[in-house]
């Protein structure tokens, strides 16, 4: 454990380090993603003006959206920005380069995915917290409660594409499949889940488990449920163990393509 | 002009090799407007309509925001590493303007990609609003606007990577220009749902034209509105393009290439 948690500090300092050398090009693109996500924020803002009265009828408040975004923006920084490598995980396998990170005496997942950091990510992680600490009543438990819950909400996002993305091993390249799927979670990890009503809702918190990455988070950050928190923190470990155990299945039937790189 | 059109059918040969990728990332499409359906219930409430839109209008006005937002390219991110790696200089020995080439190599794959993206935004509407219909003479006179706004779009991104001949990293602005798309350009919802002031100043931007004109004009037509803002759209195609022109003109100077 003690090599994992020192290995990914190294990778951390490395990425960083690699991302600071082009300081310019680094801050153009945190700060062009800060104001990227604020306009979502924007959107709401002026719907919010002509719509209240729809919006509290449903029990929709503002700060409602505002954390629902948070926790998305924030869980979404964080695995993009500490395990990049996840999200390019299926050009990766087509092309072989999975040798790289095999011939290493680490997890093969764990390198793959630590080995990149999108440079924007940081600006998710940012503007997560600026619009907690700005909209949110502010409170030691809740600041706990929504860090814990978007490095949980991280490890929910990182499952579903680790498993989106060993769907490679078994039908080719799943670049589409995993970018729209994961895209159209990201979707709804975006809306409070008081929008959704009957089936879709049951599909939410079961074969498109949003509602255990974000929603029940957001339930729990506003209204504090120790069994609720034990609850989804056992599920998306649960999860992150059966992303895992897909991509163990699916790495026995990875070919090398013997990949030679001269440089 | 044979030399464009044989690009643009270049560009839709490739494309449809790869139908099967192309489909499946249409069902983020589907996704989308049924997600959209409980968010237009909710901000519909008890009323059957909001400043004349009706659940089904919206559900086909999304199908038609998001046919132009799904049909586009990432022409900016081609065009500026082609700047930065000097590619650039191998396109200025072909026959055929820098710019033009781009429009033409890109413009077949968009039309497409926006018509197929279309119908089924429209068969998804029609199952989602519970089997109602809009009037498609409405959708059939406001092509030229659809394909208007697409073709403003497709400037506008030329224009962003044109900046690679100045800024280091385009993506920035390309990420800035979405968002005025999605508000400005009234990409979820029409413009009429945000408090009248605002709308009234983003009458003025570009942005309005790029989809939410276009999409208005498909299920809410208006003679009157039609003509002045088709009249504004081509205003705006024609100073985003002289625009690119200008900054291409200029930029290219910029550039020094060594061997090849």
Redesign the interface.
């Known amino acids: 454990m003690r090599y994992y948690i020192k290995l990914f500090w190294t990778f951390i300092k490395m990425n960083i380090k690699s991302q600071m050398a082009y300081k310019k090009s680094f801050f153009l693109q945190v700060f062009g993603m800060i104001i990227n996500d604020f306009a979502f924020l924007v959107l709401w803002i002026l719907l919010f003006d002509n719509f209240k009265s729809s919006f509290s009828s449903k029990g929709i408040d503002f700060n409602n959206i505002v954390l629902v975004w948070a926790i998305a923006a924030t869980s979404f920084g964080f695995v993009h920005a500490l395990f990049g490598g996840f999200r390019t995980l299926p050009t990766t396998i087509i092309g072989g380069k999975l040798d790289n990170f095999l011939l290493y005496p680490s997890n093969t997942i764990f390198l793959s995915g630590i080995s990149y950091s999108d440079v924007s990510a940081w600006g998710d992680i940012i503007y997560g917290y600026i619009i907690f600490l700005v909209f949110i009543p502010f409170n030691p438990l809740s600041l706990f409660l929504f860090t814990y819950f978007s490095i949980l909400g991280a490890v929910f996002f990182g499952s579903v594409l680790i498993i989106l993305s060993s769907l490679t091993f078994f039908i080719g390249s799943s670049e589409q499949i995993k970018e729209t799927l994961f895209n159209a979670i990201l979707s709804f990890a975006t809306y409070p889940e008081k929008f959704f009503v009957g089936p879709i809702k049951l599909i939410l918190f079961t074969f498109v488990p949003v509602g255990l990455g974000i929603y029940i988070p957001v339930r729990i950050i506003t209204n504090f449920n120790i069994i609720l928190f034990t609850i989804s923190t056992v599920i998306i470990l649960l999860f992150l163990l059966f992303s895992v155990f897909i991509f163990n299945r699916g790495l026995k039937k990875y070919e090398s393509s013997s990949l030679i790189i001269l440089s | 002009m044979k030399k464009f059109f044989y690009l643009a059918y270049i560009s839709i040969k490739n494309y449809t090799f790869y139908l099967k990728?192309f489909l499946?990332?249409r069902?983020?499409l589907v996704?989308?407007i049924?997600?959209f359906s409980?968010?237009y219930k909710?901000?519909?409430?008890s009323n059957q309509s909001y400043a004349s839109f009706t659940l089904p209008m919206l559900l086909y006005y999304l199908a038609i925001t998001e046919s132009i937002e799904m049909s586009k390219t990432l022409i900016h991110n081609t065009i500026s590493d082609e700047i930065k790696s000097g590619t650039v200089a191998y396109i200025l020995l072909r026959p055929i303007s820098y710019i033009s080439f781009h429009v033409s190599s890109a413009i077949g794959e968009i039309t497409i990609k926006q018509l197929v993206t279309m119908i089924i935004g429209f068969i998804c509407a029609f199952f989602v609003s519970g089997f109602k219909i809009i009037n498609f003479w409405m959708v059939i006179a406001s092509l030229p606007v659809i394909y208007g706004a697409v073709l403003l779009n497709l400037f506008f991104m030329i224009l962003i990577g044109m900046f690679a001949f100045y800024?280091?990293?385009v993506?920035?602005?390309y990420?800035?220009y979405?968002?005025?798309i999605?508000?400005v350009g009234g990409l979820?919802?029409p413009l009429e749902?945000?408090?009248p002031t605002?709308l009234k100043i983003f009458k003025f931007f570009p942005f309005t034209y790029m989809n939410y004109f276009a999409a208005k004009m498909s299920v809410k037509f208006d003679l009157h509105e039609y003509i002045i803002g088709f009249s504004i759209q081509l205003l705006y195609i024609f100073i985003v393009y002289f625009l690119s022109i200008l900054i291409y003109s200029k930029g290219i100077k910029r550039v020094s290439i060594q061997g090849g």
């Open positions: 990728d499946i990332t069902i983020f996704i989308v049924i997600i409980f968010i909710t901000l519909l409430g800024i280091e990293e993506r920035p602005i990420w800035i979405q968002k005025f999605f508000i979820f919802v749902f945000f408090p605002v």
